[in-house]
T-cell receptor
C-alpha cells in the first residue's frame, strides 16, 4: 500500500458525460501527479501540482482539467467524454516534486466510456 | 522533448539473471527511474539514478550512463513473481516532468 488513495476504483459512463476522479496523496506529500494509461500507449503524464499550484503540464486535453485543494487532495475532471478516454487513470504523489523525488502511485481509477 | 526506448517483451528462466535496457534522448536530464508494474496494478518504485554508475538494491540493480543516454535494470535470481512490466522513466531537468517509456513486459518461466 503506497499511502495514495484514489476514488472511485471503477467508473462506467457514456460518451459526452463528465466525471471527476479524486486523489488523496500520502501524508506529508505536497506534490500530486496525474497519469493516463491506455492499453496501447503506456503511462502518459497529464499534469502536476505542487502545494496547490500547477507545476508541470503534459499532454493534457483541453477537455480535461485538474486542481489541488488546500488540504492537498486533487481532482481530475474529464468532460465531453469520448470512447478513447477509456483508460486507467493514476494519481501519484511525492514529497516536494523536485529532482530525485520518488513518486508513489495510487491504485488507479479504471474509466470505461460506452 | 524526450524519447525513451525499451524492448517490448522479454522472457527469462526462474533463477536466472535478466538485463532490461533503456535508452533515452532528452533535452535536459535530471534523473532516471525504474518502476515495476503488474498487470492492472499501480507502478511501484524500484530505483533512481542521477549519477553515472550502478545502484544495487537486493536482487535489483540499476545502471546509468548519462553520456550514452543509457540505463539498464538487472534482476538476479529471478522469481515467478517478477513477471511484470518494467517501466523506465526520465525526469526532464527544465520542467521537472517525468516521461515514462512504454515498458518491457517480462515473463519468467519455470
Amino acid at each position: 500500500d503506497s499511502g495514495v488513495t484514489q476514488t472511485p476504483k471503477h467508473l462506467i459512463t457514456a460518451t459526452g458525460q463528465r466525471v471527476t476522479l479524486r486523489c488523496s496523496p500520502r501524508s506529508g506529500d505536497l506534490s500530486v501527479y496525474w497519469y493516463q494509461q491506455s492499453l496501447d500507449q503506456g503511462l502518459q503524464f497529464l499534469i502536476q501540482y505542487y502545494n496547490g499550484e500547477e507545476r508541470a503540464k503534459g499532454n493534457i486535453l483541453e477537455r480535461f482539467s485538474a486542481q489541488q485543494f488546500p488540504d492537498l487532495h486533487s481532482e481530475l475532471n474529464l468532460s465531453s467524454l469520448e470512447l478513447g478516454d477509456s483508460a486507467l487513470y493514476f494519481c501519484a504523489s511525492s514529497a516536494i516534486g523536485t529532482s530525485g523525488d520518488t513518486q508513489y502511485f495510487g491504485p488507479g481509477t479504471r474509466l470505461t466510456v460506452l | 522533448g524526450q524519447n525513451i526506448d525499451q524492448p517490448t517483451e522479454m522472457t527469462a528462466t526462474e533463477g536466472a539473471i535478466v538485463q532490461i535496457n533503456c535508452t533515452y534522448q532528452t533535452s535536459g536530464f535530471n534523473g532516471l527511474f525504474w518502476y515495476q508494474q503488474h498487470a492492472g496494478e499501480a507502478p511501484t518504485f524500484l530505483s533512481y539514478n542521477v549519477l553515472d554508475g550502478l545502484e544495487e538494491k537486493g536482487r535489483f540493480s540499476s545502471f546509468l550512463s548519462r553520456s550514452k543516454g543509457y540505463s539498464y535494470l538487472l534482476l538476479k535470481e529471478l522469481q515467478m513473481k517478477d513477471s511484470a512490466s518494467y517501466l523506465c522513466a526520465v525526469r526532464d531537468g527544465g520542467y521537472q516532468k517525468v516521461t515514462f517509456g512504454t515498458g518491457t513486459k517480462l515473463q519468467v518461466i519455470p
